[in-house]
């Protein structure tokens, strides 16, 4: 059985997908094998990189990364986040910007440097997801009722268009059956 401290109110929904005969979730765990964090805006473009010091107990700030190019001057909403197969690559997604960006993360140190960002070819990409293979990636944009599917090339970390294109009317959501 595994402790799983929560911060900053996760959502049950998302803590139901944790087995409950592997997982207990307590929010004043004192010794935890895992800490689950939720960013407190949401709203806010900066990805928190946040690091666990075990001696301690404490969450300590490593970095905080941008979600949008530097380039960029106008504004953003990050709207998720989500890890390749192996933990190597985060995907986080760009409402506004309409755009999606890659990080390697250091298996060493826990930091991560930004790979690239891709078009969202839609409007509010409001959810992203791999298939339950890993196979493949998908991006839902609520505004433009679109669902487009990429492929991770976790190796050269970058993303490829499959060139596929679902239509779904406003989708903020992917399951698979």
Not at 9 to 20: M, R
Not at 45 to 66: S, V, Y
Not at 85 to 101: A, P, Q, W, Y
Not at 148 to 158: A, F, H, T, Y
Request: hydrophobic share 35%; glycine share 8%; charged share 25%.
């Amino acid at each position: 059985m595994y402790t799983i401290k929560t911060l900053n109110a996760i959502s049950p929904v998302g803590l139901a997908k944790l087995p409950a005969n592997q997982f207990e979730i307590d929010n004043e765990a004192a010794e935890p094998q895992g800490i689950l964090v939720r960013s407190a805006d949401m709203h806010e473009t900066p990805l928190p990189n946040i690091g666990f010091d075990a001696e301690n107990g404490k969450l300590h700030a490593r970095q905080n990364l941008p979600t949008l190019p530097e380039t960029y001057t106008g504004e953003g909403q990050a709207s998720a986040s989500l890890l390749d197969k192996n933990g190597e690559i985060l995907i986080g997604s760009n409402r506004i910007h309409e755009s999606i960006v890659l990080y390697r993360i250091d298996q060493e140190t826990g930091y991560m440097k930004e790979l690239g960002y891709y078009p969202a070819m839609g409007l509010t990409p409001r959810f992203i997801t791999f298939n339950p293979d890993y196979s493949r990636f998908y991006m839902a944009n609520e505004d433009s009722d679109t669902i487009i599917e990429m492929k991770l090339d976790s190796e050269q970390g970058r993303m490829e268009y499959t060139g596929r294109v679902i239509a779904a009317e406003s989708p903020v959501c992917i399951t698979f059956r």
